[in-house]
């Protein structure tokens, strides 16, 4: 559609959003589509803009009608309806609102009888949007431009082409032709079943018919782009890896790590792909919105989320590659074989995938050393139980109807708090051989259907150990609060003379309403005389919503100190009183190794997030603030393991967020930290690189990157002199210490035209996307104001070749990486708010994020500024105005966080003899031994 009648449909959609029913009636069953595109040789060129199509409609109707109601965004020319006994006649009514293609008919349909509606149109290709069916370029080595159509239907976008009942219940087989021009290459779900020259130098390619699926499933893309094939799945199912034929070479590490995940799933599911699926194919996308998309046998990514250079990819993204293929092959069987009823339940598609990208990836050969089953913890456990603190915070299972609403459906919750709740599941409740067993069920009894929470709890019900479930209840009771209601409890430890209490509250950042609250909450813990417990994740009690608490009767049994929720197994937070926790952090500081690594990435994570519901008058403020947080992180000097230091390093961040990390505080904060970071520093020096060891790799690149930031000086001279080498002598930056010499060069450049030019002219050398993106971090991390509004200029500059997928990402890098940052964005915003709004749709919205990360009194005068330019829309000034009442709200917020800071180091200093806290010493005093004379 042209972009005059996109933003009317936007304006339409808001202001009626609450007044049209978005849901198809259940009277229509579709059973098959035979859809014929045609796509013209001037598609190919940038000449024309449209592709022509038909769609033949085989359905049948569950009750007496005179109406057939489906989806469409094109052009309808014509449309007949075809019966048993003939055409019947039939009128034709569209709803820009709702994207309903009514039909009426002159006859009544009976069920029991099929039927034929066929339909003629055309369309225009999405050119921004990258939904529906649309259009991305490249450039050739040869420097001109490639043309490419290509498809991202999921949610709700199959209906740009073709005319469909697009919701995922609604499944039917596909037959799909493809007329396109000689020497390009489309690719399908599935293989081709003919290909005929036609007039005019096309080719009419057709494919063999689906399996039964949901229309969001269905892909195809026309292209230049050549193939690897690997090995096969099984015997007659290949499997391929696609892209620009310049990035061949990138293929390799896909093409090698697709089969033995997708023999790992089988292993799982006990349901091999090729039974529904005769291939599989994978797709690198240049211009692609989503990270990766599981259409069925066609699976698309950004080239980012499946090409990988042995030379230049760093760890990271290695790490992300495989993580992303495994998400996107597990949705083969959780949504695409069996597929959530409706958006309402995205979590039982995306739940499960971002649960086995991990674990399925743990148990294939090639990651088994990766310690997947750890970064699930910090990656998605700890995101998952931050997003879901807030009152407003989204259920798992919630209403949506329009597609905000369900585009919203696809964020933290479904993918991170679904996956979490799964892993708590089988790990507390059934155990993994009977979570496995309750999922083949649940897979098997749904096949090729749409199902709800209810489905799966039936099935995995009937493999739970009736003894792990609270006396007299069910599964289905034990989730009902996980999955119908938001949030999550925080479970209260403390000591009564030999006994422990148990009790529960909500955890959220602010006071609000349902802080009430309660959850089945499955309790684990471990003792100090039994530290081999950690590995024991089975639940040993119950917290219900029915008791006040629960006593552990001679519950510490002589041991100094207990730890609940092993291996941070359930989806809660842990709090200890005073007595506890003293003993637990003195524990930590005698020999830490005796706690299971993830409960201390878990306290840490806890703790930084009890001072922040403190600060916002949530969970416990009289009881938490900063200062206690530091006193749990002094005994870090110890750690060198890379969670704890995640879990750090992420509180540290908010942190510094809040307080700046140029304000007196924050460099007082920093140097803190970089005493404490002595021995783990060490452990990863710029000289000892082992690609070869996936998590040192990572915890190289994250402790290097924040010691460097924190204005270690050896560290940054170090960068500087790489990335010098680099820049004099051509000498390659090591791929895991490019993202810290490049931001740290460029941070603390005495030559920052030279360096930044020299940067910029390494991006427009290299087509590798992770390189990329590397490089716009570094340019991003720059303190030259000028310099940063001429990066973020660049974004809506074709010249330029930042791709619009790519633009939130360079803003949130200059605007995160310091108060120059910050300046930098919303003086440009300011300067080129015209331009910027005519080029980019959402300029409130990164009004009100680039706003978060305000500070200071003297950065209010900046949205003084933007609200005061005469040409601003009176949406985005009222936007302003409240981003203003946030940013001073938090400057009072950081008051109180500094004097924290303050007062804490003040203390640290007395109590350490007077000693001073430099950034350019790692000097640790023996009296820091002593640490427990100001424990709790």
Same mark, same amino acid.
């Given at each position: ?20 029913? /978005? ?45 057939? *109601? ?137 494919? *063999? ?418 200062? *206690? ?133 390494? /991006? ?50 200059? /605007? ?121």
């Amino acid at each position: 559609m042209g972009v005059s009648r996109h933003l009317l449909l936007i304006f339409i959609s808001v202001s009626l959003a609450y007044s049209q029913d /978005y849901r198809l009636p259940k009277t229509v069953s579709p059973s098959r589509y035979v859809v014929n595109l045609f796509i013209p040789h001037e598609v190919f060129t940038g000449d024309n803009t449209t592709f022509e199509g038909e769609v033949t409609m085989t359905f049948t109707v569950t009750e007496t009608t005179s109406q057939i *109601k489906l989806h469409h965004r094109v052009n309808v020319t014509n449309y007949t309806l075809v019966g048993e006994d003939g055409d019947i006649p039939v009128t034709g009514d569209y709803n820009l609102v709702t994207e309903f293609f009514t039909l009426n008919t002159s006859t009544n349909l009976t069920p029991g009888f099929s039927y034929n509606l066929n339909i003629i149109y055309h369309a225009t290709f999405e050119s921004t949007a990258m939904r529906g069916f649309y259009t991305s370029t490249y450039k050739r080595k040869n420097g001109t431009t490639a043309y490419l159509v290509t498809t991202q239907f999921q949610p709700t976008s199959a209906r740009h082409a073709f005319p469909c009942l697009d919701e995922p219940q609604y499944k039917a087989i596909f037959v799909i032709s493809l007329t396109y021009p000689e020497g390009l290459t489309a690719l399908s779900n599935t293989n081709t079943k003919s290909m005929i020259t036609v007039d005019g130098g096309y080719i009419k390619s057709t494919y *063999k018919e689906t399996t039964t699926m949901s229309t969001y499933l269905i892909a195809f893309i026309i292209s230049e782009f050549t193939c690897t094939e690997g090995d096969s799945i099984a015997s007659g199912v290949p499997h391929r890896v696609c892209s620009r034929v310049e990035e061949v070479e990138e293929r390799k590490f896909a093409v090698e790590i697709g089969p033995p995940l997708l023999r790992s799933l089988e292993s799982m599911t006990g349901i091999k792909f090729g039974e529904y699926m005769p291939k599989m194919d994978q797709v690198a996308i240049p211009d692609f919105s989503a990270g990766a998309m599981e259409n069925w046998g066609l699976v698309t990514y950004r080239e980012r989320g499946i090409l990988y250079n042995e030379e230049d990819t760093s760890a990271i993204y290695k790490k992300n590659l495989a993580l992303v293929v495994a998400h996107e092959f597990t949705h083969m069987w959780f949504g695409n074989l069996v597929t959530c009823k409706w958006w309402d339940y995205t979590f039982l598609n995306e739940g499960f995938a971002r649960f086995y990208q991990y674990f399925a990836s743990a148990v294939t050969q090639q990651f088994v050393d990766w310690q997947l089953e750890k970064h699930f913890v910090v990656e998605q456990v700890h995101t998952a139980l931050l997003a879901d603190s807030t009152a407003n915070a989204q259920q798992l299972t919630s209403k949506c109807a329009n597609s905000t609403e369900v585009s919203a459906k696809f964020g933290t919750i479904s993918y991170n708090k679904g996956a979490s709740i799964f892993r708590m599941i089988e790990t507390n409740i059934m155990g993994s051989s009977n979570f496995v067993y309750g999922l083949r069920d649940y897979l098997s009894l749904n096949q090729l259907t749409g199902t709800e929470p209810q489905d799966l709890w039936t099935s995995l019900a009937k493999f739970v150990p009736i003894s792990n479930l609270p006396a007299a209840t069910t599964l289905e009771t034990v989730l009902e609060n996980w999955v119908e209601y938001n949030g999550h409890p925080v479970v209260k430890v403390s000591v009564d003379r030999n006994d422990i209490v148990l009790t529960q509250e909500r955890f959220l950042f602010s006071s609000e309403q349902n802080s009430e609250r309660t959850y089945y909450v499955p309790i684990t813990y471990t003792l100090s005389n039994d530290t081999s417990k950690f590995s024991n994740t089975t639940v040993k009690t119950w917290l219900t919503p029915k008791e006040e608490s629960v006593i552990l009767k001679e519950g510490l049994n002589n041991s100094s100190w207990i730890i609940l929720n092993n291996r941070q197994s359930g989806y809660y937070r842990v709090d200890y009183d005073d007595t506890l926790r003293n003993n637990i952090i003195s524990q930590l500081h005698s020999n830490h190794l005796v706690i299971d690594v993830l409960n201390r990435a878990q306290i840490i994570s806890d703790a930084y997030n009890f001072a922040k519901a403190g600060r916002t008058g949530g969970y416990a403020p009289e009881k938490w603030n900063f200062r *206690k947080v530091f006193k749990v992180l002094t005994y870090l000097h110890h750690e060198v393991d890379y969670f704890p230091w995640y879990a750090t390093i992420i509180g540290n961040n908010d942190l510094l967020t809040h307080i700046g990390y140029d304000s007196d505080e924050g460099k007082l904060f920093t140097s803190f930290m970089l005493n404490l970071m002595k021995e783990v520093y060490s452990t990863v020096p710029f000289e000892t690189l082992d690609p070869n060891n996936q998590v040192y790799s990572m915890k190289q690149a994250l402790i290097l990157s924040k010691v460097c930031q924190y204005g270690e000086k050896t560290c940054i001279n170090n960068a500087k002199k790489i990335f010098a080498e680099y820049r004099e002598k051509g000498t390659k930056v090591p791929k895991d210490l490019k993202t810290t010499v490049y931001c740290n060069a460029l941070r603390y450049s005495d030559d920052i035209n030279g360096d930044y030019q020299f940067l910029w002219k390494k /991006y427009t050398e290299t087509d590798l996307s992770t390189e990329i993106l590397t490089i716009y971090l570094g340019l991003g991390c720059t303190q030259d104001i000028t310099l940063l509004k001429q990066l973020l200029g660049q974004t809506i500059d074709e010249a330029a070749g930042i791709r619009v997928q790519d633009f939130t990402t360079v803003w949130s890098y200059v /605007y995160t990486s310091s108060k120059n940052g910050t300046n930098a964005a919303l003086e440009y915003i300011t300067e080129n708010y015209a331009k910027l709004n005519d080029t980019y749709a959402s300029v409130g919205s990164l009004i009100s994020t680039i706003a978060s990360y305000i500070y200071d009194e003297d950065q209010l005068e900046k949205l003084d500024d933007l609200a005061n330019i005469e040409i601003i829309s009176d949406a985005h000034k009222t936007i302003v105005e409240d981003a203003k009442n946030s940013a001073i709200t938090n400057i009072k917020k950081a008051k109180t966080l500094k004097e924290d800071v303050r007062t804490f180091l003040e203390e640290y200093e007395r109590e350490n003899g007077g000693t001073k806290i430099s950034k350019s010493s790692f000097a640790i005093v023996a009296a820091f031994l002593l640490v427990q004379k100001w424990l709790f």
